[in-house]
């Protein structure tokens, strides 16, 4: 008997492409703070030759930063705008077609019970008198011949009485049929009337 090695538990490791990512966006930040370092550094020791270049890109960094708070502020105002529309077509759209959706579910709600009501149920009753029809048929066709074996019976005793022997087990077999039939019927009548109860 072989031992069957454990099925292996699949561990999610990081991708390859993950790892060198993150080692590079290391790099370059690393590079840029070693950048500005050195650049500080320089700056500090030449300071009095180095204020006036300092001075422009001074006055370089705080115009972008107003023109960045400038195109922010624009932004904030297209999207409270567009939120505002939004709402508004929540509102004035989007909640009417969900109470014509309401509405149309509720309609086809009803229309399911009416027709319940007014067409299956009385189509339901009429094939239950159809096939109550149909058995009373049926059970008058046995009575029918029963009749019919008592008649011929009947004529064919003779005058004294006595019933011929070839008539005779005609006779029986003619009433062993119409036994049977019966038990069939009444059999049918209690499957059927068992299956409605249920």
Not at 62 to 67: D, Q, V
Not at 68 to 79: C, R, S
Not at 89 to 105: C, F, G, K, Q, S
């Amino acid at each position: 008997m072989t031992k069957s090695s454990p099925p292996d538990e699949h561990v999610p490791e990081s991708a390859p492409g993950d790892n060198t990512r993150i080692m590079i966006g290391a790099g370059v930040v690393l590079m840029v703070i070693g950048f500005l370092t050195v650049l500080a550094v320089i700056l500090a020791i030449n300071a009095k030759t180095a204020a006036p270049g300092v001075r422009v890109v001074r006055d370089l960094l705080i115009i972008t930063m107003s023109l960045e708070v400038v195109i922010v502020g624009a932004g904030i105002t297209i999207f409270l705008v567009q939120l505002a529309r939004l709402i508004n077509l929540a509102r004035n759209e989007i909640e009417p077609l969900v109470e014509a959706v309401h509405d149309t579910v509720t309609t086809i709600r009803g229309t399911a019970l009416f027709l319940s009501k007014n067409v299956v149920e009385p189509v339901t009753s009429i094939s239950s008198v159809v096939r109550g029809l149909g058995k009373v048929a049926g059970d008058v066709d046995a009575i029918r011949k029963a009749a019919g074996i008592v008649v011929e019976v009947a004529s064919a005793a003779s005058p004294g009485g006595a019933v011929s022997n070839k008539h005779s087990s005609d006779t029986e077999a003619v009433i062993t049929d119409v036994k049977s039939t019966a038990k069939s019927n009444v059999r049918r009548r209690k499957s059927t009337n068992k299956s409605k109860e249920a």
